[in-house]
């Protein structure tokens, strides 16, 4: 699966000790481009954290998988990151980006223009 946005948050890297040695987790928020935008927390593991350095404010497409596990009667569902391209998004999130830069399009203000409403007031309708 796949996901594009921005990186909003960079959380504590996490580390400890198991019965296979040391291990690193790094954890990241990414906010999507969409309409309506959603906030995702995912992470990297192990070596990939050095192989896909982030930041705030970088520009990505992450490719997950998702993961849940049972513990205690509880379930808990990780978003573990496999990838990250900087600076590319997908063909869903880039339709908006893209009409929106294109200069020869009209400005709207989201509002539909009414000549019958007055100009002293400030509602659209």
């Known amino acids: ?42 992470n990297f593991f192990g070596d990939k954290i050095d192989q896909f350095p982030l930041s705030i404010d970088d520009v990505v497409t992450v490719s997950f998988d998702l993961d849940s596990r049972e513990y ?30 294109n200069a020869s399009a009209p400005v709207s203000s989201g509002f539909d223009s009414n000549p019958a409403v007055s100009e002293g007031t400030d509602l659209p309708f």
Do not use: H
């Open 1 to 42: 699966m796949e996901i594009s946005g921005k990186i909003i948050a960079v959380l504590p890297l996490a580390k400890g000790e198991g019965k296979n040695g040391p291990w690193r987790s790094q954890d990241y928020v990414l906010e999507t481009n969409d309409q309506y935008p959603r906030k995702v927390c995912f």
């Open 72 to 101: 205690n009667g509880r379930w808990f569902t990780s978003v573990r990151a496999w990838k990250a391209e900087k600076g590319v998004v997908n063909a869903a999130s880039a339709a908006p980006v893209a009409a929106s830069l």
